[in-house]
């Protein structure tokens, strides 16, 4: 990694970006800063404009105004889009080579010599964790070791910024934890990153910061446990999941309780500050009731709610 890059500037700065597709504003005076080793979540829903800002800062579309420095680099230069690494939402890799082929190809492509791209292979390789599935075919290998071969492609040539666009689409659990601790050695040896993400647990576990893009901006920003506090306080999320859906006669009883009418009919849900001895005669009232519970949960906010309340305040129902 370049050291002269991104120590006395943040390695990505977006100031007031405006970008129009047919027409039609899709990000309007957006601001972004990322500095060294920072994990910044990008969260919104689909079509709110976070791949359009990915292919702006790529230098793939062309902004109507506003500024994108990447290590203090006007990011069209070529000095600068070369400190970036994408790893876009589909598997950019040959199908019918194997992991380290791919990866000799795309050190290749990125203009590193071939002793070069063997140093570069061994970095990657360590990096992802992909010693002992390197020299297999990458159709045969399982989501998850695509998804590392595919991150292990885009550092090659040690970018300050890596940028993942949805990165465990298609992955199950161990894998995507697999992932996130690879995305946490990454971050911890100053290598910035830029997630965009429908997972709220894994942006809630990764990233120091977050930000929701909806309407063209981003807002709010912050610290995820910061932003839940400023949400909620100290309120719990008391979650009732039901068998079967209940009665008009249940529903008004559990709307006079303060639940939710969710579009979900087997779920309720409500926002309190409760002790431990009112959860449990809450539950007791509510396993008394006439309703088929399946499942009663007190727990804290989470991203996932917040992101659910952004998006019903700017589009209510």
């Known amino acids: 990694m370049d050291a002269s890059v991104g120590e006395s500037h943040p390695v990505l700065s977006v100031d007031q970006l405006n970008v129009n597709y047919r027409g039609r504003p899709v990000l309007k005076n957006l601001d972004l800063t990322i500095d060294p080793g920072e994990i910044f979540g990008l969260l919104g829903p689909n079509g709110a404009g976070k791949t359009t800002l990915i292919r702006t800062i790529c230098a793939r579309i062309k902004p109507a105004s506003g500024k994108i420095l990447i290590g203090g680099k006007e990011h069209s230069q070529r000095q600068a889009l070369r400190q970036i690494g ?33 140093d570069a292979l061994d970095y990657a390789i360590e990096a ?15 989501g998850g070791w ?35 601790g690879v995305i946490k050695d990454l971050s911890a040896d100053r290598l910035a990153v ?12 990764l990233c120091g910061s977050v930000g929701f893009l909806h309407d063209g901006a981003l ?11 400023t949400a909620y306080g100290e309120r719990q999320e008391v979650l009732v999941r039901l068998r079967e859906p209940a009665s008009p006669e249940v529903c ?4 006079d309780l ?51 309340k952004i998006k019903n ?4 129902t």
């Open 146 to 180: 695509k998804r590392r071969a595919n991150l292990a492609a885009a550092i090659l040539h040690r970018p300050t910024l890596l940028i993942l666009d949805e990165p465990t689409v298609g992955v199950d659990i161990d894998a995507r934890n697999a992932l996130n």
């Open 194 to 205: 830029l997630l965009a993400t429908h997972d709220m647990d894994q942006a809630e576990t």
């Open 258 to 308: 303060g639940f939710s009418n969710d579009r979900n009919k087997l779920e309720r849900r409500q926002l309190l500050k409760i002790t431990a001895a009112q959860q449990t005669r809450l539950t007791k009232m509510l396993e008394a009731s006439p309703l088929r519970i399946r499942e009663i949960r007190f727990r804290k906010p989470g991203l996932d709610l917040l992101f659910l």
């Open 86 to 118: 994408l790893v876009p939402q589909e598997i950019a890799l040959y199908p019918h080579m194997t992991a380290r082929e791919n990866l000799m190809v795309f050190a290749r492509l990125a203009g590193l010599s071939h002793a070069q791209a063997l």
């Open 252 to 255: 008004k009883m559990l709307s």
């Open 313 to 316: 305040e700017q589009h209510p």
């Open 128 to 142: 992802c964790k992909l010693t002992y599935q390197v020299d297999d075919y990458v159709h045969t290998l399982s």
């Open 219 to 229: 807002a709010p920003v912050g610290n995820p446990a910061q932003l839940l506090h």
